[in-house]
């Protein structure tokens, strides 16, 4: 009778060790998966394997996340690291990279994680990394264009900055030396044959055309009185820039003001490669209350709309705007008419527009795709 009892004890000991293991693993699986259960740290498998085909993957996200569309797969870069994911959703890439203030920006196919302020950029797509560089000079910014080269602006000793062009494989095609103001955007041309810098200077912003052929500048003007933000270079010579005061379009003999903020502040905005930019424009500094503007660097304003709601996130792509609102998010044409809205789960805060009408939707730790 005591073996028998002694047997019955043990038996009920170890039951009560597995239920609680299992428990411990079903919690830690919740805990990994953001409030759903992730089981990859036993198959090997990461969740967003086996949900791609609903549209929602996961990720682990450290601090500062950014992240970009790229050729149709995504992106996100933290204070901790690089993640790529290609359009099926399969995780491509998974870099272990320290970064204090991480950048991301995309185009040709192509993306560029960088640390703003330091010296660290990595320049990958679907497949992977690229190429790599460690800069002597602080990065100030970083673009992409559709040809797949780079246009990287860093300090420079004995200038201000500079603006160096990169290859498709890194190699340093261009440089340009600022001397008379700080360079803060640059662009290069869709053929990639020239590159247009915009520089902060005494008198406002200089915007500067060179031929990747030439040390001779091409074109140069001054705006005056404006502080430059960013800017696409939408042809050889021609370039959209915006300001703290408003959006401007020069060209190789002129430059003009699209569209004029009047005193009004820029609270978020989106550009694409081909000049189509969306700002959001509030009334006074605090408050909600503002406007959505459409202008296109061919055709200027294209649309107007008042509004009265915060924008969280906007993103244009494929000839569309998506806007996050509050309440969910919705898509426009170019025009400002509404194609559709669609509600988003509680956390998202970055939408990403995507060719043929498809919205990414990212919070802390997924994304996931709407569409109409």
């Not at 040390?215 to 960013?230: A, F, K, M, N």
Request: glycine share 12%.
């Amino acid at each position: 009778m005591k073996k028998r009892k002694r047997k019955s004890v043990l038996l009920r000991v170890i039951v009560i060790l597995v239920i609680l293991a299992l428990a411990a693993v079903i919690a830690f699986a919740f805990i990994r998966g953001g409030g759903k259960p992730d089981f990859s740290f036993l198959t090997g498998r990461r969740q967003e394997e086996t949900e791609r085909a609903s549209g929602v993957f996961y990720f682990d996200s450290g601090r500062q996340r950014v992240c970009a569309d790229i050729d149709g797969g995504f992106a996100v870069a933290s204070t901790t690291g690089l993640r790529v994911f290609d359009r099926s959703g399969n995780e491509v890439l998974d870099e272990t990279i320290l970064f204090t203030s991480p950048a991301i920006v995309s185009g040709g196919g192509r993306g560029a994680v960088y640390d703003l302020g330091g010296t660290n950029l990595q320049v990958f797509d679907t497949t992977g990394i690229l190429w790599e560089l460690t800069t002597e000079n602080d990065i100030v910014s970083c673009s992409i264009g559709s040809s797949g080269l780079v246009s990287l602006i860093t300090g420079e000793s004995g200038y201000k900055t500079s603006v160096t062009v990169y290859g498709t494989g890194g190699d340093a095609l261009y440089k340009w030396f600022s001397g008379d103001g700080y360079a803060i955007a640059s662009g290069v041309a869709p053929g990639g044959k020239s590159m247009c810098a915009a520089a902060l200077c005494d008198s406002g912003t200089k915007v500067v055309f060179y031929d990747l052929n030439s040390e001779s500048e091409r074109y140069s003007c001054i705006l005056p009185g404006q502080v430059t933000l960013d800017l696409r270079q939408t042809d050889a010579y021609k370039a959209v820039v915006l300001t703290a005061e408003g959006i401007w379009r020069v060209s190789e003999d002129s430059s003009e003001l699209l569209y004029d903020f009047e005193g009004r502040y820029l609270r978020n905005y989106a550009m694409s490669s081909d000049g189509l930019i969306l700002v959001s424009l509030l009334d006074y500094s605090v408050g909600s209350g503002g406007k959505l503007v459409s202008v296109s660097v061919s055709g200027g304003v294209m649309g107007e709309k008042e509004t009265d709601k915060a924008v969280a996130s906007m993103s244009v792509g494929g000839g569309q705007y998506a806007v996050l609102w509050p309440d969910g998010v919705t898509v426009y044409d170019r025009k400002l008419s509404e194609a559709f809205s669609a509600e988003v789960p509680s956390g998202v805060d970055t939408v990403i527009m995507r060719e043929g009408g498809i919205v990414l939707t990212v919070a802390s730790s997924y994304a996931m795709l709407v569409e109409k």
